[in-house]
């Protein structure tokens, strides 16, 4: 059984532009994480997903950033027009049960 | 709001030594505790975890844990580390609602002395 698989691994962007992130869960998974780490802190919670339902979004910030999951396909971080606040490294998680949550290498992002 | 604190930002020990990382965690309710471990380039792996039952939970690579609910800590331990036990150590917290997202420590780097 492959692991959460995440691509890309690293994504450079130039402020203004838009980087999608792409979470491929374990099989037999539909619960997705995203969550954030910026340089220095740990791992925050951005958003929670089923398919084709966001059920938790609490963590996202509320412009530029947006989640889906949908019936087929991985599922997808979007940030629009990022800023250099947004340079951090995505992590994505899955989980079959709510219980425990299994965790994908990461994106890391870097907007110049 | 959940909040966890992890006391020690780096931690230097030379092989052998017995290691104990701090966790407090701030919440009302019933919780799930976690540890988890990032070896160097490597993805986020799961040590060990704690629903219920023996507050003495034992994870993977000689890892131990222990809930002292009054303390609201779940300290991390290993009584003779190794070199190859050098990572950064995160300590997780989760409330038994729905939606289970996992609120972090930021971390503690541990670096073992050859």
């Known amino acids: 059984n492959a692991g959460v698989m995440q691509n890309p691994r690293h994504l450079v962007r130039r402020r203004g532009q838009e980087a999608r992130l792409r979470c491929s869960p374990m099989?037999?998974?539909?619960?997705v994480y995203w969550y954030r780490q910026l340089p220095e802190e740990g791992l925050k919670f951005m958003v929670y997903?089923?398919?084709?339902?966001?059920?938790?979004e609490s963590g996202m910030p509320k412009e530029r950033f947006s989640a889906e999951f949908p019936k087929e396909g991985p599922s997808i971080l979007r940030i629009q027009q990022v800023v250099r606040g947004d340079s951090a490294a995505y992590f994505c998680?899955?989980?079959?049960?709510?219980?425990?949550?299994?965790f994908g290498p990461g994106t890391r992002l870097t907007v110049t | 709001a959940q909040s966890v604190s992890q006391h020690n930002h780096h931690v230097i020990l030379s092989e052998a030594a017995s290691l104990e990382l701090g966790c407090n965690y701030s919440y009302g309710g019933t919780v799930n505790l976690f540890w988890y471990v990032q070896y160097p380039g490597q993805h986020l792996q799961l040590l060990l975890k704690?629903?219920?039952?023996?507050?003495l939970v034992k994870g993977i690579k000689g890892f131990e844990a222990e809930f002292i609910k009054s303390k609201f800590s779940f300290n991390l331990r290993k009584p003779s580390v190794q070199w190859s036990d050098t990572a950064e150590y995160f300590c997780?917290?989760?409330?038994?609602?729905?939606?289970?997202?996992?609120?972090f420590g930021s971390g503690t780097q541990l670096t073992v002395l050859p």
């Open positions: 997780a917290v989760s409330s038994s609602g729905s939606a289970r997202q996992l609120t």
């Open positions: 099989k037999g998974h539909s619960h």
């Open positions: 998680a899955s989980s079959p049960d709510l219980n425990e949550q299994y």
């Open positions: 704690y629903f219920s039952g023996d507050p």
């Open positions: 997903l089923q398919k084709e339902n966001i059920i938790d």
